[in-house]
């Protein structure tokens, strides 16, 4: 067992190329709901650099410390130095665990190998669509599948409605999420999903969660895959939808698909399709603050997580006055829905359950 | 009384869903017992429907979550959802705090109060189920 940090040369130069300015600190969803230093990136670059240089030991308290960041990269995006602090505290975490310092997510990884997904639940559900062959396969993941069923079960639809030939999976975790914790990909997981994917004979596989996008992309264990990856958004961003509401509607970037991916205009180029009333919030693309429900946060520290997505969709509120908040992502949908106070009348939706639901008030008002 | 180191209160009517039903006047006040609370781990988060919901005894009408855990809530009795704790609305964790008391979670104007017999009040009764539930659970 390791006693140190065994961060390699490329990431022990980015904690000494941290210049200490605090740009961070103006842009750090957790610093702002806790205005303590170290749940910033600044002070975990102060924290990692005492512990290379001897001055601090590492802790318990070092280890839970590092997992208080949802990894946003809202301090990358905005840092003068060009340090990347979330990969830097990413790879930390995986030392503290090598060290000893297991956490919270080591039981997740047993319930993940046991379950198949993250919750421990025995049964998927079954969404009743095909799963057999098709030129396109939806993965739709764990926090969709059992925290967001009905705006799944919606985004189905849609695919449905425009008559897009898909056929499902018997998914299981992607497991991309251990690499983010301290642990690593459930290689004989992606191994099931690549085997799931390739009997279906597609050549696109979409998914409706951005961090399942990433993974399938990104991550070495899926590079046989095969399939082009497509979030859900590039998917549907080219159809006509023949739809429109009148509402004031504004957009969530999504960490895991704007800073992450890249993914900013898709999104949008739909939104404007469908609500001649868009309004951008002030911080959005790549300065979007984050919902508080990334990098494990929800699951090591919950209350911070709701938290910081009740700051995040006040924030939104505030600054377009819109009705409906779009996003694309079944972790942000979640955290804003459970963020949500009884007093806010606003609407939340990913855009594909938003575009079902206005398909079906279409043929609703055709039928009256 | 205490039973293997779970608190049920006598005096309250208690479900086999883990929720206690207590009369207030005309209105039954609802919320989650101290075992199910200590299995949940800290709630983070109950949906909290509109008033004048209405409810069917037995059937799930909102979700609780803690960090770990989605679970269903169901109605002890069957009527018009009248209150609901705004408390819960920053401060889920008040159900872990104080799950009889400042945890209490939804009242209930009932269709009758006669359903309230489908509860259980027996310590007796009380105590051969939630030693049931015990075993059953720890099986997992």
Same mark, same amino acid.
């Given at each position: 067992m390791s006693t140190q940090l065994q961060l390699d040369e490329k990431r022990r130069k980015a904690i000494t190329q941290c210049s200490r300015c605090g740009f961070c600190r103006a842009v750090c969803p957790i610093f702002d709901l806790t205005k303590r230093p170290i749940t910033n990136a600044r002070g975990k670059m102060i924290l990692m650099k005492e512990i290379m240089e001897g001055t601090v030991p590492v802790t318990e308290g070092v280890a839970q410390a590092l997992l208080r960041c949802t990894t946003c990269m809202n301090c990358t995006v905005n840092c003068p130095s060009g340090v990347d602090p979330q990969e830097v505290i990413k790879a930390a975490r995986k030392d503290m665990v090598a060290m000893g310092y297991d956490n919270l997510f080591k039981k997740m990884g047993e319930v993940v190998e046991k379950y198949g997904n993250i919750y421990g639940e025995e049964e998927r559900h079954n969404w009743g669509h095909k799963k057999g062959k098709a030129p396109y396969a939806l993965f739709v993941g764990c926090v969709g599948t059992f925290r967001e069923e009905e705006s799944v079960g919606e985004a189905i639809q849609l695919l449905d409605l425009l008559k897009v030939d898909f056929t499902m999976i018997d998914e299981v975790c992607c497991s991309g999420v251990m690499e983010d914790v301290g642990y690593k990909i459930k290689e004989e997981l992606a191994l099931r999903n690549i085997r799931e994917l390739q009997?279906?004979?597609?050549?696109?596989? %979409?998914?409706?969660?951005?961090?399942?996008?990433?993974?399938?992309?990104?991550?070495?264990?899926?590079?046989?895959?095969?399939?082009?990856?497509?979030?859900?958004?590039?998917?549907?961003?080219?159809?006509?939808?023949?739809?429109?509401?009148?509402?004031?509607?504004?957009?969530?970037?999504?960490?895991?698909?704007?800073?992450?991916?890249?993914?900013?205009?898709?999104?949008?180029? %739909? %939104?404007?399709?469908?609500?001649?009333?868009?309004?951008?919030?002030?911080?959005?693309?790549?300065?979007?603050?984050?919902?508080?429900?990334?990098?494990?946060?929800?699951?090591?520290?919950?209350?911070?997580? %709701?938290?910081?997505?009740? &700051?995040?969709?006040?924030?939104?509120?505030?600054?377009?006055?819109?009705?409906?908040?779009?996003?694309?992502?079944?972790?942000?949908?979640? &955290?804003?829905?459970?963020?949500?106070?009884?007093?806010?009348?606003?609407?939340?939706? &990913?855009?594909?359950?938003?575009?079902?639901?206005?398909?079906?008030?279409?043929r609703e008002k055709e039928l009256a | 009384m205490n039973i293997e180191g779970y608190e049920f209160p006598e005096g309250l009517h208690y479900d086999k869903n883990h929720f206690w039903a207590r009369v207030e006047g005309d209105l039954v006040v609802m919320g989650m017992n101290d075992y199910a609370q200590k299995m949940a781990g800290s709630i983070v988060y109950v949906g909290l429907p509109p008033e004048g919901k209405k409810l069917v005894q037995g059937k799930s009408f909102t979700k609780i979550e803690s960090g770990k855990w989605l679970g269903k809530v169901f109605s002890v009795v069957s009527g018009e959802l009248v209150a609901v704790n705004e408390e819960l609305e920053r401060k889920a964790k008040l159900i872990n705090e104080d799950c009889y008391g400042k945890g209490w979670m939804f009242k209930i104007k009932p269709d009758n109060m006669e359903e309230l017999k489908n509860l259980m009040t027996e310590p007796a009764v009380i105590q051969e189920w939630l030693k049931a539930e015990i075993a059953e659970h720890s099986k997992k």
């Open positions: 009997k279906t004979s597609a050549n696109t596989l %979409i998914t409706t969660c951005p961090y399942c996008y990433r993974v399938f992309k990104e991550h070495p264990s899926y590079k046989e895959l095969g399939l082009e990856v497509k979030h859900i958004t590039q998917f549907l961003k080219d159809f006509d939808l023949g739809v429109k509401t009148l509402k004031k509607v504004t957009y969530h970037d999504p960490c895991d698909l704007g800073r992450h991916a890249g993914i900013y205009d898709e999104p949008r180029e %739909i %939104i404007r399709k469908i609500a001649p009333n868009f309004v951008e919030p002030r911080r959005s693309r790549e300065n979007a603050m984050c919902c508080g429900s990334g990098g494990g946060l929800r699951g090591s520290f919950p209350e911070d997580s %709701i938290e910081i997505s009740r &700051n995040r969709l006040s924030q939104m509120i505030e600054e377009t006055g819109a009705e409906i908040l779009l996003t694309e992502c079944p972790s942000c949908l979640h &955290n804003f829905r459970n963020a949500k106070l009884r007093k806010q009348k606003i609407e939340i939706y &990913n855009i594909t359950e938003f575009i079902a639901q206005l398909f079906q008030e279409g | -």
